[in-house]
C-alpha cells in the first residue's frame, strides 16, 4: 500500500467516523482500512469491538481506539468441515444463529454473548465459559487469524486444517492478547456437533471443603461432564451444577451414577427446556453482575484443591459474589467498585494466583489493563 492510498483511506475512515460522539475514537470497515489506520497513527491504537468487557479496553486519553463493529461479516461457513470464517467485528450472535441452523455450536461456550460481544473480542479477551472443561477453552479452537501488526501490515497465521505444518501458531499467541499484539481482522474457528440431549445435577454443600470434594468424586468418575461449576452464595452454602452430554436414552444412568459419586442430599436434576435457561440464567450471572454498574468482575486463574483455601478468602471481602466455572479453575469475582484492589491483590498473590479485571464501570477502567495476583 503506498502512501497515497493511505492518506485516501485514512481520510474515508475520519468520515465514517465523524459520527461518533468520541473525538478519540475512529473505524474501520475493512482490513485495508485497518491497515491505513495503524500506519497513519500518530500515537498508541487500540481496538474495540461492543465493550462488552471495558476494563479490557481500557486504555489512557492519549490512546485512540479503532471501533472494529463495522468490520462485520461471515466470510465462509462449511458445516461439513466444521469451520466458520468471520471478520473480527462480526457478534457472536450471528454465529451462532448460522451454527443452530446445522445443528452446531461453539462448545467452548463463550460469555457475553447477549449483550454483543464481538468475534475479535472473544478472541482477543481468550474468556471461554462452562463448557470449556469437556472440549477445551477458546485457545484449542481458533484455527486460522488475519491482522493487522503494529507496522500497517497485514499478517495471516494458522490454516484451515486440524494438523497443519504452518510454522510459529501465531493464532494461538494472539488468544488473550487485549489486542496488544495486533488487530484482528478475520478469524477461523472449528466447530462441533450440538450435542443429542443434555441434563444438569444441582447439588448443595455446607462448606466449600465437602463441596470441592464432591466435584473431585464427580472428575474421577467416567461421566460425560460437560460443565461443572460451583456457586459460593455464602461459606455455609456451596450449590454444585454438574452438565451432562450423552444420548438421551443413557442420561438416567449417568444422572443416577453422578449423585452417587458425589454423595451429596438435596440435589435435583433440570432437562431440555429448563435445563438449557438454567446455564442461560447462569452465564447472566457472570456477566451481568445483576445489572448493577456499582460493581466490578474479576477473573481469577486458580485450580480446584487451591479453591478451598481461596473461596473463604474472597467470601470474607465485602459484598463479594462468587462462583466457579471449569471445574474449579476459573473463579469469577464480583465485587463493589468501591472495593480496596489493593487487599485483593495481595490475597492473591500470597496463594500465587493470576487474575484481571474484567468489567467495571469507565471512570473505573480508563487507566490500561488491571492485572492482579501473581502476574
Given amino acids: 500500500m503506498n502512501s497515497s492510498d493511505t492518506t485516501r483511506l485514512a481520510a474515508d475512515a475520519d468520515a465514517a467516523a465523524a459520527n461518533d460522539a468520541s473525538t478519540n475514537v475512529v473505524s474501520a470497515n475493512s482490513a485495508e482500512l485497518v491497515a491505513a489506520r495503524i500506519a497513519a497513527a500518530a500515537g498508541p491504537i487500540l481496538p474495540m469491538g461492543a465493550r462488552t468487557k471495558p476494563a479490557l479496553s481500557a486504555c489512557d486519553g492519549k490512546t485512540t481506539r479503532l471501533d472494529m463493529r463495522n468490520l462485520s461479516g461471515i466470510v465462509s461457513y462449511d458445516s461439513s468441515e466444521f469451520l466458520i470464517s468471520a471478520q473480527a467485528g462480526t457478534p457472536l450472535t450471528e454465529l451462532q444463529a448460522a451454527l443452530d441452523e446445522e445443528r452446531q455450536y461453539l462448545p467452548f461456550d463463550p460469555l457475553f454473548v447477549s449483550q454483543g460481544a464481538t468475534l475479535g473480542g472473544t478472541v482477543a479477551s ?124 443413557s442420561l438416567p444412568e449417568v444422572l443416577n451414577r453422578a449423585q452417587a459419586a458425589c454423595r451429596l442430599p438435596s440435589a435435583c436434576v433440570y432437562e431440555s427446556s429448563q435445563e438449557q435457561q438454567l446455564w442461560r440464567d447462569r452465564a447472566a450471572d457472570i456477566e451481568g453482575l445483576d445489572g448493577d454498574s456499582a460493581r466490578m468482575l474479576v477473573r481469577i486463574a486458580t485450580t480446584l484443591p487451591a479453591l478451598a483455601q481461596l473461596a473463604p478468602a474472597l467470601l470474607a471481602l465485602a459484598d463479594a459474589r462468587l462462583q466457579s466455572t471449569g471445574g474449579g479453575s476459573v473463579v469469577w469475582l464480583s465485587l463493589p467498585t468501591t472495593s480496596d484492589l489493593g487487599q485483593l491483590d495481595q490475597l492473591l498473590k500470597l496463594q500465587k494466583l493470576p487474575a484481571i479485571v474484567v468489567c467495571a464501570p469507565d471512570q473505573e477502567a480508563n487507566a490500561g489493563l488491571r492485572p492482579l495476583g501473581d502476574c
Fill in 126 to 249: 481468550g474468556l471461554s465459559g462452562a463448557g470449556r472443561l469437556l472440549y477445551g477453552s477458546l485457545r484449542d479452537f481458533v484455527m486460522e487469524v488475519q491482522l493487522v501488526d503494529g507496522l500497517g501490515k497485514l499478517v495471516r497465521g494458522g490454516g484451515k486444517v486440524v494438523k497443519n505444518a504452518a510454522g510459529f501458531d501465531l493464532p494461538k499467541l494472539v488468544v488473550g492478547s487485549y489486542g496488544r499484539l495486533g488487530v484482528l481482522t478475520e478469524v477461523t474457528l472449528k466447530v462441533f456437533p450440538s450435542p443429542p440431549a443434555a441434563a444438569t445435577l444441582q447439588a448443595e454443600s455446607s462448606n466449600a471443603p465437602d463441596a470441592i470434594e464432591a466435584v473431585q468424586a464427580l472428575l474421577s468418575q467416567p461421566l460425560p461432564i460437560a460443565s461443572l461449576d460451583l456457586q459460593f452464595e455464602r461459606s455455609d452454602c456451596v450449590q454444585i451444577f454438574a452438565r451432562f452430554a450423552a444420548h438421551s436414552d
